[in-house]
């Protein structure tokens, strides 16, 4: 009995972030700020619900404990790689902003970024596939020019 109230107490405990993470993704004014509240979510609310569940049902609680540690050590990685991908668009966007670009920086989601980087960089590339042409041997020149 005293188990089955502190799960049902558990369970409501993850519910009770789960709520008002999914409120704080829905209301934070930008990107950065409602990933921070994602993360709160998957860290308090999902280990509350798991909890939960493990005292509820004893018999999976190893199932649900691997489930916890996957969650751990994945949902940093994610949520770096989120914000790093964000903190990149708004460096795109500025140098836009700054190229006499019509995108406003306002206007992050009007960016094709995947266009703007390979514009960036394809004269880059150019310039490396030049050099490493110029560096081979003469008789390797000849076996790769050919079709």
């Not at 609310?45 to 004893?58: E, N, Q, S, V």
């Not at 970024?113 to 008789?139: G, K, N, W, Y």
Request: some cysteine; glycine content about 6%; hydrophobic content about 50%.
């Amino acid at each position: 009995m005293l188990l089955e109230l502190l799960g049902v107490a558990a369970l409501l405990f993850g519910l009770f972030f789960c709520a008002v993470g999914v409120l704080g993704v829905v209301r934070m004014p930008d990107s950065l700020t409602r990933l921070h509240a994602s993360g709160k979510v998957a860290t308090l609310g999902l280990f509350g619900l798991l909890t939960g569940a493990a005292l509820l049902m004893p018999s999976v609680w190893l199932r649900l404990l691997a489930l916890g540690l996957f969650v751990l050590l994945t949902s940093p990685v994610a949520t770096h790689a989120i914000a790093a991908s964000v903190h990149r668009r708004r460096e795109i966007v500025g140098e836009l902003a700054e190229s006499d670009s019509p995108v406003a920086p306002a206007d992050m989601t009007a960016v094709d970024v995947t266009a703007v980087l390979s514009r960036s960089r394809i004269q880059d590339i150019i310039e490396a596939q030049e050099r490493a042409r110029r560096h081979q041997r003469p008789d390797e020149r000849r076996t790769n020019d050919s079709p």
